[in-house]
C-alpha cells in the first residue's frame, strides 16, 4: 500500500508540473499575442469584416 501510495504522489507531482508549465506557456503566447495584436499586420491573414471590427476597436481604444 506505501508502494502505491508513493506512485500516486510521484503521478500526482508529475501532473502538477505539466499543468503548470502549459499555464506559463499559455500565458506567454497570451502576451504575445497581445503585444502584437495591435497592427495592421492582423488583418492580413483575416476577412476584411474582421478588419474593420479590429480597427474600430484599435480606434476606440486610443479615444
Avoid: P, W, Y
Avoid at 7 to 31: G, K, P, Q, W, Y
Amino acid at each position: 500500500m506505501d508502494m502505491l501510495a508513493r506512485r500516486l504522489t510521484i503521478i500526482s507531482m508529475l501532473m502538477v508540473a505539466f499543468a503548470m508549465s502549459l499555464a506559463v506557456a499559455v500565458s506567454a503566447d497570451t502576451e504575445r499575442r497581445r503585444e502584437a495584436g495591435n497592427g495592421l499586420a492582423d488583418c492580413t491573414a483575416h476577412t476584411a469584416q474582421f478588419c474593420q471590427a479590429r480597427l474600430h476597436m484599435i480606434d476606440e481604444a486610443k479615444l
